[in-house]
């Protein structure tokens, strides 16, 4: 296809790493190099309303999607045999290939000659995209502060990307090339050559020129012989190898993710990583290792990739040097010391300014990097043994709302699973203790590290525990900050979970929150986060929220079984994912700016400015805040600074830092969702305030939010955030104050629980459409396999009683056989009811429906691609998931899928969980049928030939297993690693597996 004679370079690295600058550099002062940016072409040609390549790729580009392999291939194939390719010696290539279906496609379609590996810290990958601007004439880029536009004809038609604008965004794209690099690297062993992009560009294109010139000479690669390491004088076409910097003794042939820093051996930086140390050259965080090879050597162990004729996803053949790379990007769940990670700060107004005298809303965003490895953690589970506690645990009738289902079992019962799925969840490098409270309290295990031992004495200390008298909370909770506080040991973060369900008999003169605030001024220097969790109706929630808010913590409300689960799983998951207990923000207005004189009690005013309590900070999630500022004309006009923002935290016993300085007026999404999220908090603390005095302004306030946010989600480029938070108000929370007696019973309970997670941006259950979008990936995989543990767990009634006999048992009360499930209301995975309806296509070309249920491998089904073209697929094979799984029944549909499984709707993707169903007529927005729920002891999926393709069941377009859009993107379900997982179970090659509850499918790497 293309010259012989051409060398073909690869230039590959994260987003911001400066291919594109490199690149145009080469092509100036390098004789006879071409520079090809795909992501540049493709632009121009979607510019071109000729282009026929322009039209195909448009719909792609706009819904945020890859580009097709198929079509990806034919334009590079095309621009390959323009006159200007077709006359330079050497080609540089960036942008393309992006993942290893198209890697292997190039490697096919020509001889690539080397690959350069940009080595960058993801931070400055960040913090360059945040200052980048596009000429969109040359399609040059510019630094606002480090390389400035040459002329102010330049500067004034210099843009920013759209996918530039938000940090969420940029992050998704790093996050998006670490996965796909090892599996790309892997179709080019030899060739890779690495080189620092952190230089000046004189330096890189110098770096660039040497490689460019050095010969490649493949040669077999065995193990060292001590005879043989003498140098040979006589050999000058051998290249030099990299020694690694740890033992300097092996070759350097492990890649650091996300720098990319090429400097050790697998081993040493395997050991690295595991013990929380950082990148030996660039001193960043490391998240994995990638084995790779260096240029001109390839291992003799290693078959370099051979013509295969073309495979399906699932069963793609892997070489040797793909099955290092994944084994060295698998993710480390057990507990070791973490580095500390950077947060990344943007700062943008949430509206467009006006003039000096409007208050602008300024939002300042901190993104926490995503990591690999969970926080060690103490661990103090502070549990009411009341006499309340041996009330039944009941939770309502799913097949008749008017009644309650009661197992036999008290809430003490259900409060002692849940501490035992905490226990399970724990590592050796974690600990916990016990503590119990009635009218006192009593240290009932000590604090122990939760290796096998640990476990099974905490168990037995937890099982002897039966109900007793009356209520002290304070006494529990001082004695749990005791038993942390005395112990403690660096760098393990220190978290009290109190259990309780009424309201206490005993309490100190301030209360138990003043209380709390004289206990942490009496021992400076000790940090705890402390929760509340409240069972049943009669709390006294405003206290319970009050106790949290001082101990840094959430509150979580429990009003019967069924959400046990979610909650305490989902809090250890927040606890094993935290950075820092407390974190504040100092902001600084700049060049005349000022803060109105009126401002949220949250805001403290110092000398300097502002001081904010951020509270948490959880590896892989955002953090935001909205200030009102007004700023001079002369200081918007002319973009000159106006605030100065300093975040600061503490992490392993040392202070942090981390400033910014916000010159740039132009809205983001992302300022726009940290706006509703601030007005919602703000509005929600008003109602509560109004509703508890049973003022009717309570209601009022909140239907004028839900105006005010259905404003900002028409005006958002992408209101996804907005949306969740407009249907969580509409719904449960309007409903949490449509009548006196509902507010009085649950609302108020409901309503400071959930302000407190959207306060801390905490997932803190899985209900709440809401609070969905906060948690990183690794808090993601962490829930995941909490709740298999919860509902793995056997359920034990600890006590001998007859259910029957309870005195509160009526007619409205069902005994039922205990099931864990029954306690874990949640997120099953993304499946359907094997009810539903696909449309298969037989051997006489006639289509006809089938029930999912009855699908087998090698039927051909029914299938949408991202460009909305209707095909069919053949079925690899057929995923069984058995257990009990709460379904959503669609009304206008009738598929029934568990409620996060991703769905297509007007070219956008959605969760049946995030759909807005109205609860009235005066809040009525798009579906007037309200959704109905049906409980099924098994669910179904496909794994089909083709990837990134949409299943069409009932109607409506839902992904597969292993379905690869972005969109709809899940670490572990939207990629190959749950093929691989189901690759590995008996079934796969007759293509039905059965996933058991007590064998869940996982990442294999995770164990």
């Known amino acids: 296809m293309s010259n012989p004679a051409q060398k073909i370079v690869l230039l590959i690295g994260p987003p911001g790493s400066g291919k594109g600058t490199l690149g145009h550099a080469a092509a100036a002062k390098l004789p006879n190099v071409l520079h090809i940016s795909f992501g540049d072409f493709v632009r121009d040609e979607m510019q071109d309303p000729n282009s026929r390549f322009g039209k195909s790729v448009s ?21 390959l045999q323009q006159p200007d390719a077709l006359a330079s010696s050497t080609i540089l290539l960036d942008g393309f290939p992006r993942t290893r279906h198209q890697a292997k496609a190039l490697n096919k379609m020509l001889t690539v000659d080397r690959v350069v590996l940009l080595q960058a810290q993801e931070e400055l990958c960040v913090d360059r995209i945040n200052h980048r601007r596009i000429d969109p004439v040359s399609h040059l880029s510019y630094h606002t502060l480090l390389i400035p536009a040459p002329t102010a004809e330049v500067a004034a038609r210099l843009i920013r990307r759209e996918t530039d604008l938000e940090e969420n965004k940029i992050r998704g794209r790093l996050q998006f090339f670490q996965q796909n690099l090892a599996s ?79 400097c050790g051996c697998e081993a040493c930086l395997k050991m690295l990583l595991n013990s929380g140390a950082k990148c030996p050259i660039c001193r960043g965080h490391m998240n994995s290792v990638v084995k790779v090879f260096q240029s001109g050597v390839v291992g003799e162990d290693i078959q370099v990739e051979q013509e295969h004729p073309e495979v399906v996803p699932a069963q793609d053949e892997d070489d040797g040097n793909w099955s290092l790379a994944q084994q060295s990007l698998s993710v480390a769940f057990e507990g070791t010391s973490l580095p500390s990670a950077r947060p990344a700060l943007s700062i943008a107004p949430a509206v467009n300014w006006v003039n000096d005298q409007v208050p602008v809303p300024i939002a300042v965003s901190i993104a926490i990097p995503n990591v690999t490895q969970r926080s060690q953690v103490d661990i103090c589970c502070v549990i009411d043994v009341s006499g309340s506690m041996g009330e039944d645990a009941k939770f309502q009738d799913p097949k008749d709302a008017s009644k309650f289902v009661s197992e036999g079992m008290n809430q003490l019962d259900i409060v002692k699973h849940s501490v035992k799925a905490v226990i399970h969840t724990l590592t050796d490098q974690d600990r916990l203790s016990l503590v119990a409270f009635h009218d006192d309290a009593r240290s009932v295990f000590t604090l122990s590290e939760m290796n096998e031992g640990g476990k099974r004495q905490a168990i037995d200390a937890l099982e002897a525990l039966e109900p007793q008298n009356s209520t002290n909370i ?84 429990i009003p019967d079984a069924k959400i046990v689960g979610t909650c305490f799983v989902n809090f250890v998951a927040n606890a094993c994912t935290n950075l820092a207990l407390d974190a504040k923000v100092h902001l600084e207005p700049q060049n005349g700016a000022i803060f109105p004189p009126v401002l949220h009690s949250s805001f403290q005013q110092v000398p300097w400015g502002l001081v904010f309590d951020l509270g948490p900070l959880h590896f892989g999630s955002h953090r935001d805040l909205i200030v009102p500022m007004k700023i001079p004309v002369g200081v918007h006009d002319h973009h000159h600074s106006f605030l100065k ?54 209601p009022k306030i909140l239907k004028t939010l839900i105006g005010q946010l259905i404003g900002l989600e028409a005006t958002a480029k992408d209101a996804r955030i907005t949306a969740l938070l407009k249907g969580d108000l509409q719904e449960r929370i309007s409903k949490a104050v449509s009548t006196v007696e509902r507010y009085k019973r649950w609302g108020a309970h409901y309503l400071r629980a959930i302000l407190r997670s959207h306060e801390y941006q905490m997932r803190t259950n899985f209900m709440d459409p809401g609070l969905q979008v906060y948690g990183g990936a690794l808090f993601s995989e962490l829930v995941h396999s909490g709740g298999e543990i919860f509902k793995g767990l056997p359920l034990k009634k600890y006590s001998d009683r007859d259910a029957n006999s309870h005195n509160n048992n009526s007619d409205n009360n069902v005994i039922g056989a205990a099931v864990a499930d029954n306690y874990y209301a949640g997120n099953s995975g993304g499946c359907f009811s094997g009810e539903c309806v696909v449309q298969c296509k037989g051997q006489d070309e006639m289509v006809s429906e089938k029930q999912l249920s009855q699908v087998r491998s090698g039927d051909c089904l029914q299938v949408v691609d991202a460009a909305g073209h209707v095909g069919f697929s053949p079925v690899l094979c057929l995923a069984e998931f058995q257990g009990r799984f709460d379904l959503l029944v669609l009304p206008f549909s009738r598929l029934a899928l568990t409620p996060t499984h991703p769905l297509r709707m007007q070219g956008s993707f959605v969760r049946p969980c995030d759909m807005s169903f109205s609860m009235n007529d005066d809040l009525a927005t ?82």
């Open 59 to 79: 719909p792609f580009v706009h819904r945020g999607e890859l580009i097709p392999d198929n079509i990806m291939l034919d334009i590079f194939s095309r621009r």
């Open 184 to 262: 790309i690297l892997a179709v080019f062993p030899g060739k890779l050559f690495a080189l620092n992009s952190a230089v000046s560009i004189q330096e890189e294109l110098s770096a660039l020129q040497q490689i460019l010139s050095e010969p490649i000479v493949v040669e077999a690669r065995k193990d060292p012989d001590p005879s043989s390491m003498a140098a040979d004088p006589n050999s000058n076409n051998k290249v030099a190898k990299l020694l690694c910097v740890v033992c300097m003794d092996k070759e350097a042939d492990g890649v650091v993710l996300p720098c990319g820093h090429l």
């Open 474 to 557: 304070w006494a529990g909770l001082e004695a749990g900050l005791e038993s942390l506080r005395t112990a403690r040991a660096s760098p393990r973060r220190c978290f009290i979970l109190i259990l309780t369900d009424g309201q206490p008999t005993i309490s100190p003169p301030a209360g138990e929150n003043m209380a709390l605030r004289s206990y942490f001024e009496a021992h400076v220097g000790f940090t705890c986060s402390v929760s509340t969790f409240g069972f049943g109706y009669e709390l006294k929630s405003k206290m319970l929220l009050d106790v949290a808010r001082e101990g840094k913590g959430t509150f979580a409300f």
């Open 645 to 698: 923002v300093t975040v600061e935290w503490n992490s392993e016993n040392n202070n942090h830092k981390e400033s910014l300085i916000g010159s740039d007026f132009v809205v983001t999404a992302d300022a726009l969702a940290a706006f509703a999220r601030m007005s919602t908090v703000h509005s929600l603390e008003q109602v509560i305030d109004k509703c508890d005095t049973i003022d009717p302004a309570g």
């Open 926 to 1007: 798009h579906h007037t049928e309200m959704p109905s729920s049906l409980i099924v002891d098994r669910v179904f999926n496909v794994v089909l030939q083709h990837s990134h393709v949409l299943l069409c069941i009932n109607g409506m377009e839902a992904v597969t297993l292993g379905h690869g859009f972005m969109q709809a993107f899940h670490p572990f379900y939207s990629t190959k690693q749950v093929l691989r997982a189901l690759e590995q179970r008996p079934g796969w090659k007759k293509g039905h597996v059965i996933v058991a509850p007590h064998h869940p499918l996982r990442n294999q790497h995770e164990d």
